[in-house]
């Protein structure tokens, strides 16, 4: 099952809406075929594993198959694999998580067993639902799983008073922080990063001879209720633009939404009336979000500056965060903070998290753990 884990990983980035799934075929003690999902709409972990046996001249009848999620038993893009499974005369099903769609959950399994295979369920369960929290988390409520990154000082600040951040965490921190953009189907600034810092919010990777190389296209999500995005900033005006959306509200100028439209795409949300302080209007974003689920988004990366990560972290529509801590302290009480808004008001409201890991990135550190729900 840890092999099949590993080729599952392969998957990473590449099979949403579909979850990653891997699949080794043993027979007579030996591996004789392996595989995994590679992107959505092409063959499933077990038909993979299944073609690579007999390609390597294998017969797979009498075989045990360990699979890491629960066969699907429906037909989509792709038959079901419990069909192929069977026909296969496979002995032994090996699997790790249960399929969380609830009107799927199960059903493959009795499939199986019916057909007189047997069936062995919750092998390495925990990292094999781990493995797909973002499918979980939206094939269960239809919103995308999110996730809050920010790159921060010792002392939660994330730029200089007059807006300077880069750069705050070394390169294996920042080369780390564009992998979790690969694994993410969506990113999501505020206006203002757009308008202090001209970002490309794409994903990419630097390669060992210095030169970029550019990962797979990535949505762009703006919040920009009065559409002030620039008309030359560079996720209006690149190769990328089809993927940018603003979201604006009807109070929006017209004529600068119908400049937007030219170019990108822009989507009329509902606003709701702020709790802080000021009372100002911000975009609904449990509104946005399940828009964004209804359209296949599984999984959205926060990367805005304090206000727009307050607002998901304490309106309670964020499920991860990704925090970086470089060895520096910046002070200043007007330094832009990673987390901002009006705060908890005491200590009874502060947001908690759960299962905390802290990995060593270089000189930087980054925490990476689940919000608990209020």
Not at 222 to 245: C, G, H, Q, W
């Amino acid at each position: 099952m840890r092999f099949a884990l590993r080729f599952a990983r392969r998957g990473y980035g590449a099979t949403s809406p579909n979850p990653m799934v891997g699949a080794v075929l043993v027979k007579g003690g030996k591996i004789i075929g392996r595989g995994w999902h590679r992107r959505a709409g092409r063959p499933h972990a077990e038909i993979e594993a299944l073609r690579d046996a007999q390609k390597g001249g294998h017969e797979p009848r009498g075989a045990t198959l360990y699979v890491t999620l629960e066969p699907c038993c429906t037909q989509g893009r792709t038959p079901p694999c419990t069909d192929a499974i069977i026909a296969a005369g496979i002995r032994r099903v090996v699997t790790g998580a249960t399929d969380p769609n609830p009107s799927h959950a199960g059903k493959g399994f009795r499939i199986l067993k019916r057909a007189g295979i047997e069936v062995v369920q919750g092998v390495l369960q925990a990292e094999c639902t781990k493995l797909n929290e973002a499918f979980n988390h939206w094939i269960v409520r239809r919103t995308p799983l999110v996730t809050v990154k920010a790159a921060m000082t010792l002392d939660g600040k994330i730029a200089t008073a007059s807006g300077e951040s880069k750069w705050i965490t070394g390169e294996i921190a920042r080369a780390h922080g564009r992998k979790l953009r690969q694994g993410n189907d969506a990113i999501l600034v505020g206006v203002n990063t757009i308008m202090a810092d001209d970002p490309s919010l794409t994903a990419r990777a630097k390669m060992a001879d210095g030169k970029w190389k550019m990962g797979k296209a990535i949505r762009r999500i703006i919040l920009d209720s009065m559409a002030r995005t620039p008309l030359e900033a560079k996720i209006v005006s690149d190769e990328f633009s089809a993927l940018t959306t603003v979201v604006v509200s009807r109070h929006a100028p017209k004529k600068r939404v119908a400049a937007l439209a030219k170019r990108i795409n822009v989507l009329v949300a509902p606003l709701q009336r702020s709790s802080s302080r000021n009372s100002r209007a911000a975009i609904d974003l449990g509104w946005l979000l399940e828009r964004l689920g209804a359209e296949n988004v599984t999984s959205l990366l926060v990367e805005g500056g304090g206000e727009v990560n307050a607002s998901f972290l304490m309106g309670g529509f964020a499920q991860r965060v990704a925090f970086f801590y470089a060895p520096k302290i910046l002070g200043g009480q007007d330094a832009r903070k990673a987390v901002a808004g009006d705060g908890a008001k005491n200590l009874a409201e502060v947001l908690l998290l759960r299962e905390v890991e802290w990995r060593r990135l270089g000189g930087d550190l980054l925490l990476t753990a689940g919000v608990v729900a209020r």
